[in-house]
Every structure is written in C-alpha cells, then in structure tokens.
C-alpha cells in the first residue's frame, strides 16, 4: 500500500484530499495545527483508517523529525494555510502567513525528499486562484499562493533527475469553514458565483478527486504544473 502525507490533511481542502486519497486505497497520514484540531477529525473520521498527528509547520526541527520517523514516502500533499484578510497589512500577521503557507510548505518539501526520491515519489502543493491575480484583503494570502506556484515549477525543474514529481492545484472558491461567511452574506456570494461559469461553490472532495489523480501513476509525465480548480473563476 502506497503511502501520503497530507499536511494540513484535518481540515478544510486538506481534510477533503485527505478523504479522496483513502478512498482511492493509500495509506494516509494526514497532520493538523493543533491537538483541538487533530482530536476532533479523529472523531469525525472515526470509520477511516487515516492516521493523524499534530504537526506546526513553523517548526522546522518539529518537520525534520516528523518525516525522520517515517520509513517510506510515497506522496506528500502540502495543504496547510490560513489567511488573515485585512490584518495581513500588519507586518507580523504578513511574516506569519507567509510562513505557514510559503516557507510552510518548502520545508516539507526538503524534510520529505530523500524519501521521496527513494521511490520516485510525487508532491503536490496547494497554490490557488490568487496565484493568478492579488486579492487587495489578502496580501500576504496572495503572495503566498504566487510563491507556491513558483516554487513547485523550481522544485519540479530540480527534482526531476531525483524522479520526483512536483505539481499544485489551485482552488477558487470551495465550500468549507474558511469560506463560510462570505457563502452566508447574498452581498458577497453573489458575484461570487455571478463570475463563476459553473454558478456554485467547488467541494474539498472534487480538489481532492484531482489530488489523487496528480499523484497517481496516471500522471507520471507530468510535473511543474498548476492546476486550477475553480468551476472557471479564473478564466473569466
């Protein structure tokens, strides 16, 4: 059986991928900010066989040793993010987010290569639709998601003679706790769906659907690529 760790696999997109890829028959492994957190997807995810732990990933020691532990590495799945909306205009909230979602998640990346690279293994990363355009609420948001994009292309250029696959999904509008105010206001879920093609609100399961694809030997020639999954928000 194949093996994943999804960071930031308890909740949100992270928890919706983290679902896909035990349906699909890995083992996953699957991390969340904190012990609240962790507790209450083990008791949501009671039935699965997802294991889960706590894991910062500010933490570069706390990384390294999460990964020195494991004895085989398949795929790794970088979800772990928040976003401050207009705090992210102080400079520590800027730091802060960057840090979880940009260095975040290159430091994953680094703690998991060499096993990776013992089974030509596949990451995917989780840029987003800002990746594409600023969001004038979300600054560090924005140039964080800009940054994974860019650096899962770097990663995909270097790591290829390692015959590690290095990819990225980049969701739009998804249903989950993040987004639930904005889906409750009409003044905002209006255009929302308005500029959407598809005139809806995308599931953590369909972000996932195209996760377990990308790390799927039915994608073993492709690398350095960011997919959007977003019902055509960015296209418009």
Not at 128 to 136: D, Q, R, T
């Amino acid at each position: 059986m194949k093996k994943v760790v999804v960071i930031g696999g308890t909740r949100g997109i992270g928890e919706g991928v983290s679902v896909a890829l035990a349906g699909k028959g890995w083992s996953v492994m699957a991390t969340g900010v904190d012990d609240a957190e962790v507790n209450a997807f083990r008791h949501e995810q009671a039935d699965s066989m997802i294991s889960a732990q706590t894991l910062d990933v500010r933490d570069n020691a706390a990384v390294v040793s999460y990964f020195n532990e494991l004895n085989s590495l398949d795929a790794l799945v970088n979800c772990a993010g928040v976003l401050a909306r207009e705090a992210e205009y102080e400079i520590e909230t800027f730091e802060r987010v960057i840090d979880i979602n940009l260095t975040g998640t290159m430091r994953c990346c680094l703690a998991a290569h060499a096993l990776l690279a013992r089974n030509g293994g596949a990451v995917v990363n989780t840029a987003s639709m800002l990746s594409y355009f600023g969001g004038p609420l979300v600054p560090a948001y924005s140039a964080s998601k800009g940054g994974v994009a860019q650096l899962t292309k770097s990663l995909a250029g270097k790591w290829a003679a390692d015959d590690i696959r290095v990819n990225a999904v980049a969701p739009g509008w998804i249903e989950t706790e993040m987004t639930g105010a904005l889906r409750a206001d009409p003044e905002r879920n209006a255009p929302i769906l308005g500029r959407t093609p598809m005139h809806r609100w995308g599931q953590t399961a369909e972000v996932g659907a195209l996760v377990a694809w990308l790390v799927s030997e039915e994608a073993s020639f492709i690398t350095g690529a960011v997919y959007p999954v977003d019902g055509g928000y960015s296209a418009m």
